[in-house]
Protein backbone atom coordinates (compact mmCIF):
# COMPACT_ATOMS: atom_id res chain seq x y z
CA UNK A 1 0.00 0.00 0.00
CA UNK A 2 1.29 3.92 -0.47
CA UNK A 3 0.66 6.91 1.35
CA UNK A 4 -2.22 8.04 -0.42
CA UNK A 5 -4.30 4.50 -0.42
CA UNK A 6 -3.36 4.48 3.64
CA UNK A 7 -4.30 7.60 4.22
CA UNK A 8 -8.09 6.67 2.17
CA UNK A 9 -8.07 3.42 4.26
CA UNK A 10 -7.74 5.60 7.29
CA UNK A 11 -10.34 8.00 6.33
CA UNK A 12 -12.77 5.48 5.51
CA UNK A 13 -12.36 3.51 9.06
CA UNK A 14 -12.28 6.89 10.83
CA UNK A 15 -15.75 6.76 9.11
CA UNK A 16 -17.02 3.66 10.05
CA UNK A 17 -15.88 4.28 13.58
CA UNK A 18 -17.98 7.66 13.71
CA UNK A 19 -20.90 6.88 12.22
CA UNK A 20 -21.70 3.03 12.70
CA UNK A 21 -24.29 1.48 15.55
CA UNK A 22 -22.14 -0.51 16.65
CA UNK A 23 -17.97 -2.18 16.14
CA UNK A 24 -16.94 -6.42 16.90
CA UNK A 25 -13.09 -6.82 16.78
CA UNK A 26 -12.33 -10.43 16.58
CA UNK A 27 -9.09 -12.72 15.86
CA UNK A 28 -9.16 -14.37 12.50
CA UNK A 29 -6.26 -16.32 11.82
CA UNK A 30 -6.81 -20.21 10.56
CA UNK A 31 -9.71 -18.76 8.96
CA UNK A 32 -9.65 -19.56 5.10
CA UNK A 33 -10.61 -17.59 2.37
CA UNK A 34 -13.29 -19.57 1.83
CA UNK A 35 -14.46 -18.99 5.61
CA UNK A 36 -13.75 -15.43 5.52
CA UNK A 37 -16.24 -15.38 2.44
CA UNK A 38 -18.85 -17.14 4.26
CA UNK A 39 -18.52 -14.70 7.28
CA UNK A 40 -18.80 -11.45 4.65
CA UNK A 41 -21.69 -13.18 2.67
CA UNK A 42 -23.57 -13.46 6.43
CA UNK A 43 -22.36 -10.14 7.62
CA UNK A 44 -23.90 -8.83 4.02
CA UNK A 45 -26.98 -10.86 4.39
CA UNK A 46 -27.55 -9.13 8.21
CA UNK A 47 -27.15 -5.48 6.95
CA UNK A 48 -23.63 -5.37 8.82
CA UNK A 49 -19.89 -5.33 7.01
CA UNK A 50 -16.85 -6.75 7.77
CA UNK A 51 -13.16 -4.98 7.01
CA UNK A 52 -9.45 -6.42 7.49
CA UNK A 53 -7.24 -4.08 8.43
CA UNK A 54 -3.63 -2.94 9.50
CA UNK A 55 -3.82 -2.97 13.17
CA UNK A 56 -1.67 0.27 13.08
CA UNK A 57 -3.53 2.26 10.81
CA UNK A 58 -7.18 0.97 12.64
CA UNK A 59 -6.25 2.87 15.91
CA UNK A 60 -4.63 6.25 14.09
CA UNK A 61 -8.45 5.66 12.59
CA UNK A 62 -10.07 5.29 16.28
CA UNK A 63 -8.07 8.46 17.27
CA UNK A 64 -10.58 10.94 18.08
CA UNK A 65 -13.39 8.70 17.82
CA UNK A 66 -15.75 8.03 20.98
CA UNK A 67 -14.46 4.42 20.03
CA UNK A 68 -11.10 5.46 20.98
CA UNK A 69 -11.19 3.00 23.77
CA UNK A 70 -10.67 -0.11 22.15
CA UNK A 71 -7.42 0.40 20.68
CA UNK A 72 -5.88 -2.06 23.17
CA UNK A 73 -8.02 -4.84 21.18
CA UNK A 74 -6.29 -4.67 18.15
CA UNK A 75 -3.34 -7.13 18.44
CA UNK A 76 -2.86 -9.97 16.18
CA UNK A 77 -4.99 -10.92 13.01
CA UNK A 78 -7.65 -8.44 13.59
CA UNK A 79 -11.28 -7.71 11.83
CA UNK A 80 -13.91 -5.72 12.49
CA UNK A 81 -17.54 -6.21 12.07
CA UNK A 82 -19.68 -3.64 11.91
CA UNK A 83 -23.15 -2.04 11.49
CA UNK A 84 -25.85 0.45 12.00
CA UNK A 85 -28.39 -2.04 13.62
CA UNK A 86 -26.54 -2.54 17.69
CA UNK A 87 -27.18 -6.19 17.31
CA UNK A 88 -26.93 -7.43 13.97
CA UNK A 89 -22.81 -7.50 13.47
CA UNK A 90 -22.50 -9.00 17.16
CA UNK A 91 -25.16 -11.67 16.66
CA UNK A 92 -23.31 -12.63 13.10
CA UNK A 93 -20.05 -12.77 14.28
CA UNK A 94 -21.00 -14.91 17.39
CA UNK A 95 -22.68 -17.37 15.42
CA UNK A 96 -19.87 -17.60 13.13
CA UNK A 97 -17.86 -18.07 16.12
CA UNK A 98 -19.86 -21.11 17.22
CA UNK A 99 -19.41 -22.56 14.51
CA UNK A 100 -15.56 -21.82 13.23
CA UNK A 101 -13.39 -22.09 16.34
CA UNK A 102 -11.04 -20.18 14.42
CA UNK A 103 -13.26 -16.61 14.70
CA UNK A 104 -12.04 -15.65 18.19
CA UNK A 105 -14.34 -12.43 19.44
CA UNK A 106 -11.86 -10.38 21.58
CA UNK A 107 -14.31 -6.99 22.06
CA UNK A 108 -16.11 -4.46 20.85
CA UNK A 109 -17.72 -0.97 21.13
CA UNK A 110 -20.97 0.81 21.24
CA UNK A 111 -20.36 4.70 21.29
CA UNK A 112 -18.49 5.30 24.29
CA UNK A 113 -19.24 2.15 26.17
CA UNK A 114 -16.38 -0.39 25.54
CA UNK A 115 -17.41 -4.48 25.00
CA UNK A 116 -15.92 -7.41 26.29
CA UNK A 117 -16.41 -10.75 24.48
CA UNK A 118 -19.11 -11.42 26.99
CA UNK A 119 -20.56 -7.80 26.32
CA UNK A 120 -20.34 -8.50 22.61
CA UNK A 121 -22.21 -11.93 23.41
CA UNK A 122 -24.65 -10.85 25.81
CA UNK A 123 -25.63 -8.20 22.85
CA UNK A 124 -25.95 -10.86 20.16
CA UNK A 125 -28.83 -12.48 22.46
CA UNK A 126 -30.79 -9.35 21.80
CA UNK A 127 -33.54 -9.13 19.56
CA UNK A 128 -32.63 -7.33 16.20
CA UNK A 129 -34.31 -3.88 15.07
CA UNK A 130 -36.49 -5.65 13.26
CA UNK A 131 -37.52 -8.16 15.41
CA UNK A 132 -38.22 -5.47 17.83
CA UNK A 133 -40.53 -3.65 15.15
CA UNK A 134 -42.14 -6.49 15.12
CA UNK A 135 -43.20 -7.02 18.20
CA UNK A 136 -44.14 -3.30 18.44
CA UNK A 137 -46.39 -3.47 15.23
CA UNK A 138 -48.15 -6.49 16.97
CA UNK A 139 -48.67 -4.87 20.81
CA UNK A 140 -50.53 -1.99 18.57
CA UNK A 141 -52.31 -4.26 16.40
CA UNK A 142 -53.56 -6.56 19.47
CA UNK A 143 -55.76 -4.17 21.17
CA UNK A 144 -57.72 -3.17 17.68
CA UNK A 145 -58.99 -6.56 16.67
CA UNK A 146 -59.62 -6.92 20.19
CA UNK A 147 -62.11 -4.28 19.88
CA UNK A 148 -62.85 -5.47 16.29
CA UNK A 149 -64.32 -8.80 18.25
CA UNK A 150 -65.57 -7.17 21.00
CA UNK A 151 -67.41 -4.62 19.06
CA UNK A 152 -68.66 -7.74 16.60
CA UNK A 153 -69.93 -9.98 19.32
CA UNK A 154 -73.16 -8.90 20.01
CA UNK A 155 -74.05 -8.71 16.51
CA UNK A 156 -73.04 -12.32 15.88
CA UNK A 157 -74.67 -13.80 19.25
CA UNK A 158 -78.01 -12.01 17.94
CA UNK A 159 -77.47 -13.24 14.75
CA UNK A 160 -77.15 -16.90 16.20
CA UNK A 161 -80.19 -16.61 17.94
CA UNK A 162 -82.14 -15.43 15.33
CA UNK A 163 -81.35 -18.45 13.23
CA UNK A 164 -81.51 -21.09 15.66
CA UNK A 165 -84.95 -19.22 15.72
CA UNK A 166 -85.37 -20.03 12.46
CA UNK A 167 -84.37 -22.84 12.26
CA UNK A 168 -87.11 -24.13 15.08
CA UNK A 169 -89.50 -22.28 13.18
CA UNK A 170 -88.39 -24.77 10.05
CA UNK A 171 -88.56 -27.90 12.08
CA UNK A 172 -92.26 -27.04 13.65
Do not use: C, W
Not at 29 to 34: D, R, T
Not at 39 to 51: F, I, P, S
Amino acid sequence: MDRAQKQELVSTLNDVFQNTGVVVVAHYAGLSVADMTSLRGRMKDAGARVKVAKNRLAKIALDGTDLDHMKPLFEGQTLIAFSDDPVAAPKTAVDFAKANENLRIVGGGMGQTSLDADGVKALASLPSIDELRAKIVGMIATPATRIAQVVNAPGGQLARVIQAKADQGEAA
